[in-house]
T-cell receptor
Framework: DQQVKQNSPSLSVQEGRISILNCDYT??????FLWYKKYPAEGPTFLIS?????DKNEDGRFTVFLNKSAKHLSLHIVPSQPGDSAVYFC???????????FGQGTTLQVKP | NAGVTQTPKFRVLKTGQSMTLLCAQD?????MYWYRQDPGMGLRLIHY???????AKGEVPDGYNVSRLKKQNFLLGLESAAPSQTSVYFC??????????FGPGTRLTVT
């Protein structure tokens, strides 16, 4: 049972345009959500997070939106840059469990 | 400050052999984790630890054992390797169990 799902395995956008990566979850106990970025042959690195008490969190070109009623979150990257080309994982946590559940990942390609 | 390091980076095993993967962190984090990454499967949690001397099972613990004798180290053991354990293994640490810091990974092939 996949509790965190990223239904788009890949996404291709033009440099300068907006990239929107989506993530759905099923467990209503999740209260903290994170996005990680992963380059080939490297470990994932933390990108941005959001608590369930918020519906939006922004950090520079990256914004995460949370829709609790739909159990859906999205990551917006604007403007997209070629260096953003990577695999993006969303992850979710229920408080006090100390662990994250990851989605399958979406490969983003930003074309110059 | 090296962050999270993993040893070895690559390893090839034959079916039935055993090995230990070492993870070390120098950030004084309480939480440590072992994941495996397979194509199309994302990162799946094998075992984790919420402090020195503690371990707990994750989503896919079968065939693996772990130990956390020292706060800075988290060892992952394969007692009898199987081809299904061919994967990339990532270790991570976290101060509070939310934001996690990952190592560079170990690529393991079992033939």
């Amino acid at each position: 049972d996949q509790q965190v799902k990223q239904n788009s395995p890949s996404l291709s956008v033009q440099e300068g345009r907006i990239s929107i990566l989506n993530c759905d979850y099923t467990n209503s106990m999740f209260d903290y959500f994170l996005w990680y970025k992963k380059y080939p042959a490297e470990g994932p690195t933390f990108l941005i997070s959001i608590s369930s008490i918020k519906d939006k969190n922004e950090d520079g070109r990256f914004t995460v939106f949370l829709n609790k009623s739909a159990k859906h979150l999205s990551l917006h990257i604007v403007p997209s840059q070629p260096g953003d080309s990577a695999v993006y994982f969303c992850a979710a946590s229920a408080s006090n469990t100390g662990k994250l559940i990851f989605g399958q990942g979406t490969t983003l390609q930003v074309k110059p | 400050n090296a962050g999270v390091t993993q040893t070895p980076k690559f390893r090839v095993l034959k079916t039935g052999q055993s090995m230990t993967l070492l993870c070390a962190q120098d950030m004084n984090h309480e939480y440590m984790y072992w994941y495996r990454q397979d194509p199309g499967m994302g990162l799946r949690l094998i075992h984790y630890s919420v402090g020195e001397g503690t371990t707990a099972k994750g989503e896919v613990p079968d065939g693996y054992n772990v130990s956390r004798l020292k706060k800075q180290n988290f060892l992952l053991g394969l007692e009898s390797a199987a081809p299904s354990q061919t994967s990339v293994y990532f270790c991570a640490s976290s101060p509070e169990g939310y934001e996690q810091y990952f190592g560079p990974g170990t690529r393991l092939t079992v033939t």
